[in-house]
Every structure is written in C-alpha cells, then in structure tokens.
C-alpha cells in the first residue's frame, strides 16, 4: 500500500465548475435523501420521488462519480451526485480517520 495522494478534496472530476457548483446549491435546495448501498454506492431520490444510483468510484487514478440519470449519463454534474459525493467524503473521512488503509480500500474494484 503506497501513500498516494487522497482525500476528499480531489473525489472527482471537476469538469466545469459552475455546473458543479449549480447541481450543489441544487442539492442543497432539494435535498435529496441518500442511502448507502456500500460505500461508493448510494441510491438518491429525485426531485419527484424516483431514484437514482449514483456511483464514486477510482478509474485510471481519477475519482469519478456517475449517476444513472439523463444529465449523468451525458456526463453532467447532477445534484443527484453531489448529494451522494457530500456523503461519501463524508465516508471517506470516517474511513481515514479510523484507519488509514480503509480509505485507500473504500472502492472494492480499485
Ligand atoms: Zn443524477
């Protein structure tokens, strides 16, 4: 286990900023509840009740986030992912905090 760089300020890709920042201030709005399947793996409500998977996880070394939603699979920061981003840096820190090789370990697939 190398000590590579982590932590919840590099969890995904930040492709355009203000996007992200509306789907935030979105989730903030909506406030979606999100269950945790698994670590990495979160189903979040939408706007009108329906559900979505939304998926953290390590790909080629970059931390992604995809969610099963029409703007997530064009790729687009939905706040459906950023409510389930805030609660796996949340996980993620609680991972570190107790131990450290776990917050390495959290993507099973890494
Ligand atoms: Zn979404």
Same mark, same amino acid.
Do not use: W
């Given at each position: ?5 982590? %932590?919840? /300020?590099?969890?995904?890709? +930040? ?9 935030? +201030? ?7 509840? !999100?269950?945790? $399947?698994? !670590?990495?793996? @979160? ?31 064009? %790729? $687009?920061?939905?706040? /459906? ?8 840096? @949340? ?14 370990? @959290?993507?099973?697939?890494?």
């Amino acid at each position: 286990m190398q000590d590579k760089k982590k %932590g919840p /300020h590099e969890m995904f890709i +930040l492709k355009n900023q203000e996007t992200i920042e509306k789907a935030i +201030l979105r989730a903030r709005t909506v406030h979606p509840r !999100v269950s945790v $399947r698994k !670590v990495g793996e @979160y189903a979040v409500t939408g706007s009108k009740g329906n559900s979505y998977t939304v998926t953290c996880e390590r790909r080629n070394n970059l931390k992604v986030v995809d969610c099963n939603c029409q703007a997530g699979q064009l %790729g $687009r920061p939905c706040f /459906h992912a950023a409510a389930a981003v805030a609660q796996h840096v @949340y996980f993620a820190g609680e991972l570190a905090t107790r131990d450290n090789y776990m917050a390495d370990l @959290y993507d099973p697939r890494d």
